[in-house]
């Protein structure tokens, strides 16, 4: 049973991992800067639980430090949602400062004669 449970932690740590990077990775999902960051922290975390757990290290220290990470991943998200909902109509200095660099170049070049 032990056996079973440690593998299912990994891939579901490995799952998880892989849905974050997807997000993190994704042009449809702007979460912003804070969110992004603490996306990645819970990506490293939640990788190191998989390789600890699917290369069956008896290191629990290791264990521990990875769920540290992950956690302070998640807290550094929740202060970025903080963050973006205490100033939800931040004003941007320019549409293209956050245009995808293909749109954002041809704005610019079709906007100069």
């Not at 849905?19 to 994704?26: D, E, H, I, P, Q």
């Not at 939640?46 to 390789?51: E, G, N, R, S, Y």
Request: charged residues 20%; positive net charge; proline residues 4%.
């Amino acid at each position: 049973m032990d056996e079973w449970m440690r593998n299912a932690n990994g891939w579901a740590s490995l799952a998880c991992a892989a849905g974050l990077a997807y997000v993190v990775l994704s042009r449809k999902v702007d979460e912003g800067l804070v969110v992004k960051v603490g996306l990645v922290i819970m990506i490293l975390g939640l990788l190191a639980t998989a390789a600890l757990t699917l290369g069956s290290a008896e290191s629990w220290r290791g264990l521990w430090n990875a769920g540290f990470c992950t956690r302070a991943g998640l807290l550094v998200v929740i202060v970025g949602i903080a963050l973006r909902a205490r100033h939800p109509k931040h004003p941007r200095r320019r549409a293209t400062d956050f245009a995808p660099l293909d749109g954002a170049r041809r704005q610019h070049h079709e906007a100069t004669p």
